[in-house]
């Protein structure tokens, strides 16, 4: 089986994933740093896979972790070993942990925070109008980012004057390119602010999840502080990068996709098939680190070794034709069934799934009835990808407001 080194700048994620495809459903890879995983490429396997109990997150059976081949140091290693959480754990404790965190993200009580979330949303936007006319705006920072992050903030009840500091350490955790003399302290660090988080609502509770984390550590849940830390930072992590890639990735779609953009506008085709189209060829997440194979596993006509690696592709596997048809690689908000995992599928779908959608069906819409002209400020072919191995995540995305809705001549 030939080796497929993944690009750590991430220059031609579509060409990449359309490669990791052809090698079929199961490809060895190398990450960023030299380690050498397998890669589930298509559809169905991939399902298979994540329903499969002879694969576990425990990084004590990966072969490689047991030989003291993956330095402590190594750029990913904040992904491949966060600490124990409900991402690390399996069975009757990942259950445990898992189902506090629903609980808190049911589908009715996501539901509550839309008021909230338009809020934020109209805030945004003002913010949006009263920038300088005619000057290209960075949509991602000014209102991609913002959303998500003061959504899971409030959700979690982390202090807004903590922002920066997250966002800057965030940045290096995903990064590829973060020196590796600089991982461990930007490990401590992290550990250290969210301890921090952890220990101001153990003081001082709140109507928030983390509040209602230590609440169920003493009621009997037993969670343990490094437990409820960890699933803080997790929560955190996945809450706000996965909709600020999301929001980003349907503006673009649409704006390279002008005649669609005009029947969503036009209302002849829905916000949610946009949404789920988006998720499905352009998804947030590229690649999600890792999980480890107990015994020797069939893959198609491959076999995932016992003690090995593996990851699952989430960018490949949305356009495997073998699933979505001859058009897979093709962008149709109005494709019908959509049936893809983008979030994860089985026991370890993502709990924030509904919060995701909503976010993204409030915000996107808003954008596009205040700015109705808003276009691309450079080429689609000019936007780059920042050096994430796992997020499908534009460095900027520089764009046009045009005149908002009600100011035009």
């Not at 003002?126 to 992050?149: C, H, I, N, S, T």
């Not at 995701?356 to 936007?383: H, K, M, N, T």
Request: a negative charge; proline letters at 7%.
């Amino acid at each position: 089986m030939t080796r497929i080194a993944l690009d750590p700048f991430v220059t031609d994620l579509d060409g990449e994933s359309a490669t990791l495809r052809a090698a079929g459903p199961l490809a060895e890879v190398e990450l960023p740093g030299g380690v050498h995983v397998y890669a589930v490429t298509r559809h169905a396997e991939a399902r298979a896979l994540l329903t499969d109990s002879r694969v576990v997150k425990d990084i004590n059976v990966w072969n490689a972790w047991q030989r003291g081949e993956i330095p402590m140091d190594w750029p990913l290693i904040g992904l491949a070993n966060p600490g124990r959480s409900m991402l690390t754990v399996d069975g009757a404790d990942h259950r445990r942990l898992r189902t506090l965190v629903a609980q808190a993200l049911t589908v009715k009580r996501v539901e509550r925070l839309r008021a909230g979330i338009e809020a934020l949303t109209n805030a945004s936007l003002e913010r949006l109008a009263a920038l300088p006319a005619g000057q290209p705006v960075d949509l991602k920072a000014e209102f991609a980012y913002p959303l998500p992050m003061n959504v899971i903030s409030e959700l979690m009840g982390v202090d807004a004057a903590d922002h920066p500091r997250l966002k800057e350490l965030f940045e290096k955790f995903f990064s590829t390119q973060t020196p590796p003399e600089e991982v461990p302290q930007m490990m401590a660090d992290l550990g250290t602010l969210f301890t921090k988080i952890v220990d101001s609502k153990r003081a001082n509770p709140g109507d928030d999840l983390t509040s209602a984390l230590i609440a169920a550590s003493e009621d009997g849940d037993h969670l343990s502080d490094e437990e409820i830390v960890n699933t803080l930072q997790l929560i955190i992590a996945a809450g706000h990068e996965t909709t600020i890639s999301l929001i980003v990735n349907v503006v673009e779609a649409l704006q390279t996709h002008p005649e669609q953009r005009k029947k969503v506008l036009n209302g002849e085709i829905g916000w949610d098939g946009v949404i789920e189209e988006t998720l499905r060829w352009n998804t947030p997440t590229s690649h999600v680190l890792i999980r480890f194979a107990t015994e020797d596993i069939e893959v198609g006509d491959k076999i995932l070794p016992k003690g090995e690696g593996l990851i699952v592709s989430f960018g490949a596997l949305g356009r495997d034709e073998e699933q979505y048809g001859p058009t897979a690689g093709e962008f149709d908000a109005t494709r019908t069934p959509n049936r893809h995992i983008a979030f994860g599928h089985g026991p370890h779908v993502c709990p924030g799934a509904a919060l995701s959608r909503l976010e993204a069906g409030i915000a996107l819409p808003a954008l596009y009835e205040r700015f109705p002209e808003l276009d691309l400020a450079v080429p689609a072919s000019e936007l780059r990808n920042k050096p994430i191995v796992t997020q499908n995540d534009l460095h900027e995305l520089p764009v046009e407001l045009g005149c908002p809705f009600g100011h035009g001549n």
